[in-house]
């Protein structure tokens, strides 16, 4: 559990907008990295003062954050409200009526279930699963799936948006 003191939502926002400004090279270094870190990782843990406790936890947000950050970014991959469950839920679609949804409910519920190193790795066969659609995510909410344990923000999002596909689809029919 990261220190309370820390600003999680404006570190994520930060690493998101370092990535879309480092070189390209910079960016695959990051989405390749293992537990030697990267430049652009290193660089991250020295301007926000990262605990050594808390640097494979960001670490891994920096890694995911670069594996939905495409090589030709100019801009952050962050979008305000676009909750990591409702982007599981719809591959980055907002608008899509879903016949079935980006990740399965059962890649979902293994992903939910697993903990410790499993749930990291499931977090990133997910994020990589995403990001060929090239979303847009609330990173807030990916660096705190990082950093709870608690599965219930992302299962709340997922199914939210899951039954928003009927709201969709009604109001495609009242539009005809």
Do not use: C
């Not at 939502?9 to 990295?33: D, K, S």
């Not at 939905?68 to 982007?87: I, K, Y």
């Amino acid at each position: 559990m990261p220190d309370n003191t820390v600003d999680v939502p404006g570190r994520a926002r930060a690493i998101a907008a370092a990535l879309a400004y480092a070189e390209p090279g910079e960016r695959a270094a990051a989405r390749r990295m293992g537990a030697e870190g990267a430049a652009v990782f290193w660089r991250i843990v020295a301007r926000h003062g990262i605990a050594p406790k808390d640097e494979e936890k960001w670490r891994r947000i920096t890694k995911l954050l670069a594996l939905l950050t495409p090589a030709s970014a100019t801009e952050s991959v962050h979008e305000a409200g676009r909750h990591f469950g409702a982007v599981l839920a719809d591959g980055g679609d907002a608008q899509a009526r879903l016949e079935k949804p980006a990740l399965s409910e059962h890649r979902l519920a293994r992903l939910l279930a697993a903990r410790g190193q499993a749930r990291l790795d499931a977090l990133e066969r997910a994020v990589r699963a995403l990001a060929r659609n090239r979303p847009k995510v609330d990173v807030e909410s990916l660096a705190w799936a990082v950093l709870n344990n608690d599965a219930r923000a992302i299962a709340r999002t997922y199914y939210t948006r899951l039954d928003r596909r009927a709201d969709i689809a009604e109001k495609e029919n009242t539009n005809e």
